[in-house]
């Protein structure tokens, strides 16, 4: 027999499914257009197939940072993260809509893999927050004394400490 899975982890795991869908439309797309947009403007084979790694590398590298984070419940220092996710979604967005055909269709599909991905990124992070909140709660509610007030904490005071006498020097 299975284990029996909750619904909250069901919804966790179709969450991480779906990123993954979107991270990877927005990956093959994005490496695609970016890849012909630096071999059209000059850039090597080599060069212009690895370059849209480091598009796609930093960006699964701070998504991974920021739901590491999320899971934690740690709330400071993000900012590097957020930079690094706000750096290759522009790249990618720049590439994507230089690589598109010049009209406002064409523009607004190379926008869509890039702009889905920051999306999708966002809400991910936010239900592992809440699932990580959540996860937290019975502990804390676990460990509240629940049979009336709190108890009440009296400070401990240490007494004070005579300074160190002078020792006279020789004269």
Do not use: C
Not at 116 to 139: F, N
Request: proline share 6%; net charge positive.
């Amino acid at each position: 027999m299975g284990t029996k899975i909750s619904a909250d982890q069901w919804i966790s795991r179709l969450v991480g499914a779906g990123l993954a869908v979107v991270a990877g439309v927005a990956a093959v797309v994005s490496y695609r257009h970016m890849r012909d947009l630096s071999a059209r403007h000059g850039e090597d084979g080599l060069s212009s197939t690895i370059l849209p790694l480091s598009v796609d590398g930093l960006l699964a590298v701070a998504a991974l940072v920021l739901l590491a984070d999320a899971r934690a419940n740690r709330r400071g220092g993000r900012a590097t993260a957020w930079f690094a996710v706000t750096l290759g979604i522009g790249a990618s967005v720049a590439a994507n809509v230089a690589h598109a055909e010049p009209t406002w269709t064409g523009r607004l599909i190379g926008l869509w893999a890039p702009v889905a991905l920051a999306v999708a990124l966002e809400l991910a992070l936010r239900h592992v927050r809440h699932a990580a909140a959540d996860q937290a709660r019975p502990a804390l509610e676990a460990t509240a004394d629940t049979d009336g007030p709190p108890a009440r904490v009296t400070p401990v005071v240490a007494p004070p400490v005579a300074a160190p006498a002078r020792v006279a020097g020789p004269a």
